[in-house]
């Protein structure tokens, strides 16, 4: 039996409503690195989906007649997101702790951003009875702008076998910040239908697994490939060697994508955040350099016909690109968010 876990003493909860969420116990499958100083990690997590299936074969039961939902069919859209939290190690088990028949005590949870594409995630669980997801946490800074954080820290440093749980599906993925559309259908999809360029900037861990998402996506990879698609990745420490990714550059600008990443030095803080996204998005200041919007920009429509996707900022670094792309022209409407930002 896998060892139970205990959490981190300073793993804080972001999920209030966390009680009121479906959980299913996952098992680490594989925890690789994804940065050169191994900062970064991916999880492959294999989340129990052991759906019961109807009388037939077992080839066409597979196929078609599973008799219940599967965990796995609440990832329809890059962006979406899922709680993680730790199993608890029963310290008093059988000395008049936890019974046999109670439920296992889990620690506070944390909301990630998947990391593998929808259509991957469902390929990889099509014949298991298991939903395989990956994840990526950033061990060292916890995927943020300040200090560190012990949640992604103890996250990182699994070793495969190691059992945590995982709550259902979360979001709708990429998002505007106000919509009144209720039930409309999804941002990126119609902008995708629209034949609109996409720019999409991920900062840390967040920002980065929701990029690489979205990349990966079957309908954004064939508008990749007409040449409307960029990305801005601002994530890692120390140079190149400490970015995520950095071995799926080359295998995402061959699908057309304009790829432009830069490390941030240590301890920059929102400021120079927002200066490094600043001069990768909007060009240098003297204009010799141009920014990975305006290369996208269509011609006789200019900036305002690119949907630009902003996932893993610091709130006040959002608000500030939010409000420069506006200002180039950029409706409101097509500058979307990952979810939870506001």
């Not at 116990?25 to 989906?49: M, Q």
């Not at 066409?60 to 939290?85: F, H």
């Not at 028949?101 to 944390?110: L, Y």
């Not at 120079?272 to 204009?287: D, K, R, V």
Request: net charge negative; aromatic share 6%.
């Amino acid at each position: 039996m896998a060892a139970r876990l205990a959490p981190p003493p300073a793993a804080a909860s972001s999920e209030s409503d966390a009680s009121l969420l479906a959980w299913a116990r996952a098992c680490v499958i594989e925890n690789r690195a994804e940065s050169g100083d191994s900062a970064f990690r991916t999880l492959r997590l294999s989340v129990a989906d052991d759906v019961p299936l109807l009388s037939g074969s077992v080839r066409a039961s597979l196929r078609s007649k599973s008799a219940g939902r599967r965990w796995i069919d609440g990832y329809k859209a890059p962006g979406q997101q899922v709680g993680v939290r730790f199993l608890v190690a029963d310290e008093d088990e059988g000395e008049g702790g936890r019974g046999a028949g109670d439920p296992p005590t889990t620690s506070p949870s944390r909301r990630l951003v998947l990391a593998s594409s929808p259509y991957e995630a469902l390929r990889e669980s099509a014949s298991l009875a298991a939903s395989i997801i990956e994840v990526m946490v950033d061990r060292e800074e916890g995927g943020g702008s300040g200090g560190g954080d012990a949640f992604c820290s103890a996250l990182g440093r699994l070793a495969p076998g190691a059992e945590l749980e995982v709550s259902t599906v979360q979001g709708a993925g990429w998002a505007p910040m106000f919509s009144d559309e209720d039930g409309a259908k999804p941002a990126l999809a119609s902008a995708l239908e629209a034949g609109r360029p996409l720019l999409v900037i991920g900062v840390g861990a967040a920002g980065a697994a929701a990029l690489r998402a979205t990349l990966e996506w079957n309908p954004v990879q064939a508008a990749a490939s007409a040449g409307r698609v960029g990305a801005v990745l601002a994530a890692g420490r120390g140079g190149p060697g400490g970015a995520p990714y950095l071995v799926w550059y080359d295998l995402w600008r061959g699908w057309g994508v304009d790829l432009r990443a830069t490390a941030l030095p240590p301890g920059c803080g929102d400021l120079g955040l927002e200066a490094a996204l600043f001069s990768a998005i909007f060009g240098s200041g003297g204009g010799d350099l141009p920014g990975a919007l305006r290369a996208l920009a269509p011609a006789g429509v200019g900036v305002g016909g690119v949907t630009v996707l902003v996932g893993g900022c610091p709130r006040p670094v959002a608000l500030a690109i939010m409000r420069r792309l506006e200002a180039e022209g950029v409706p409101s409407a097509h500058i979307l968010f990952g979810d939870p930002y506001f």
